[in-house]
């Protein structure tokens, strides 16, 4: 199985494989995307490595949506740490995933504003799903959600989060 450098990098220590996988394929995304160069068919060979390439077509929309609603927040695939709004577009996933989907809307909301999380909260749990089919299964987030949750918000609330 190929290696991703998240796998080494001291944010993601307690993400699991699937989780540094699908990092790994959100960064490769927006760098691709930044960088001009077609990443679709990297995604598909590595994801591909554990059965996933069913779900790179749904990866590719919901990183459109996200790059269209101007999310920031996404590190260099090599970064050596994680963003709030990776860990928690990791949470709200693991929440889709268990069918916790209020949930997962109310994170989405603290990333967009509340028409584009309701346009994306859809697309977020049709990749879920999609992973979820492929045998991909991210942790229940409870770790990362809680531990954040301690801190102020100001401290955890990512940079983008709009308020009302």
């Known amino acids: 199985m190929m290696m991703h450098a998240v796998a080494r990098t001291a944010g993601a220590v307690t993400l ?9 394929g959100m960064r490769t995304w927006i760098a691709g995307t930044h960088a001009e160069i077609p990443v679709s068919e990297l995604l598909a060979r590595t994801f591909a490595t554990v059965g996933a390439e069913l779900a790179v077509p749904t990866l590719d929309s919901v990183m459109a949506l996200l790059h269209a609603a101007r999310l920031q927040g996404f590190h260099h695939p090599w970064c050596r740490c994680m963003s709030d709004e990776e860990r928690l577009l990791l949470d709200i996933l693991a929440l889709h995933q268990r069918g916790e989907d209020g949930a997962a809307l109310f994170l989405t909301r603290m990333l967009l504003s509340r028409s584009a999380a309701r346009l994306l909260g859809a697309s977020l749990h049709a990749l879920a799903t999609a992973l979820l089919v492929c045998g991909v299964r991210l942790s229940d987030g ?5 531990k954040a949750a301690t801190m102020p918000p100001a401290v955890w609330a990512p940079s983008t989060a709009t308020l009302h």
């Open 16 to 24: 699991s494989a699937d989780e540094r996988l699908i990092l790994w």
């Open 142 to 146: 409870r770790g990362r959600t809680a």
